[in-house]
């Protein structure tokens, strides 16, 4: 049961990081996120929900 766990945290980085990558913000801070969300997975996905930039789908 644990994998499955572990690919819905990974689906959600993937899709919190494309989020990251369609936002207007300077590089730097959109590397910063991106490291965030990787380097810790589910801690870095709340935090960005939470106090991250949104992507701009239009």
Request: glycine share 8%; proline share 3%.
């Amino acid at each position: 049961m644990g994998y499955v766990f572990g690919i819905i945290i990974f689906v959600l980085d993937v899709w919190a990081i494309a989020s990251v990558i369609n936002t207007n913000t300077s590089l730097g801070t959109k590397i910063l996120w991106i490291a965030l969300i990787a380097i810790l997975p589910v801690v870095g996905l709340i935090i960005w929900y939470f106090a991250g930039p949104k992507a701009n789908y239009r």
